[in-house]
Structure formats: structure tokens, C-alpha cells
């Protein structure tokens, strides 16, 4: 069974960093693509960014473009977004989410971790 457990939420200033982490275990799939979507209250979920478990090739939402990056570290099976110069509107809850391919993975993913809440204020 797949599972995905972020880490790394919290309260920080507007041009501050945080990175967020996904520890995830149970895959059997050959090829997968893993990242991060976001949700405001009162906004619609926004697919922030992932990356391809085949090559590594990334996505990026062009809202977080240049000040977002997405990694990985195959032997800790744990994919990292790096959020650099925050701004109020990053505010959300971010989740980790996973599915076999892209198309799938942008129209809503088949596995999600719990989510952690990111505060930019203030």
C-alpha cells in the first residue's frame, strides 16, 4: 500500500524559505510521478509541481517558477520541494500526491499523503 507522509510546514515571513519533505514507501510501480499540489481556502487545488521517476524531469506551476524547486533522493525514497522568496499567496496546504503518469498525476492523482500547512505572513 502506498504512503506518503509529509514534513516540513510552518509559519514564515514573506521572502523566507521552507522545504517541505515526502517520505514515501509501498510502490510497486515501475514508473510514477510524485509532487506537490496545493490548496487556499476558498481557492481550487492548484498542481504545484512534480517530478518524473523515469528521468527526473521536473514541472513547475509558472506561479512558483524560479523560486520553487522539487528533488529527490531515490535511496531515502523521500522527494523534497525547496520554497524559496515565499509570498503571502503560497499560503495553503500542500500535499504530497503520486500516480502512474502525468496526465493522471495533473488531473487529481491516485495517492495523497495528509497534507502540511504552509503560513507565509507577517
Known amino acids: 500500500q502506498v504512503q506518503l507522509v509529509e514534513s516540513g510546514g510552518g509559519l514564515v515571513q514573506p521572502g523566507g524559505s521552507l522545504r517541505l519533505s515526502c517520505a514515501a514507501s509501498g510502490f510497486t510501480l515501475d514508473y510514477y510521478v510524485i509532487g506537490w499540489f496545493r490548496q487556499a481556502p476558498g481557492k481550487e487545488r492548484e498542481g504545484v509541481s512534480c517530478i518524473s521517476s523515469a528521468d527526473g524531469t521536473t514541472y513547475y506551476a509558472d506561479s512558483v517558477k524560479g523560486r520553487f524547486t522539487i528533488s529527490r533522493d531515490k535511496a531515502k525514497n523521500t522527494v523534497y520541494l525547496q520554497m524559496n522568496n515565499l509570498k503571502p499567496e503560497d499560503t495553503a496546504v500542500y500535499y504530497c500526491?503520486?500516480?502512474?503518469?502525468?496526465?493522471?498525476?495533473?488531473?487529481?492523482?491516485?495517492?495523497w499523503g495528509q497534507g502540511t500547512q504552509v503560513t507565509v505572513s507577517s
Open positions: 500526491a503520486t500516480d502512474s503518469t502525468l496526465s493522471s498525476w495533473y488531473l487529481g492523482a491516485r495517492y
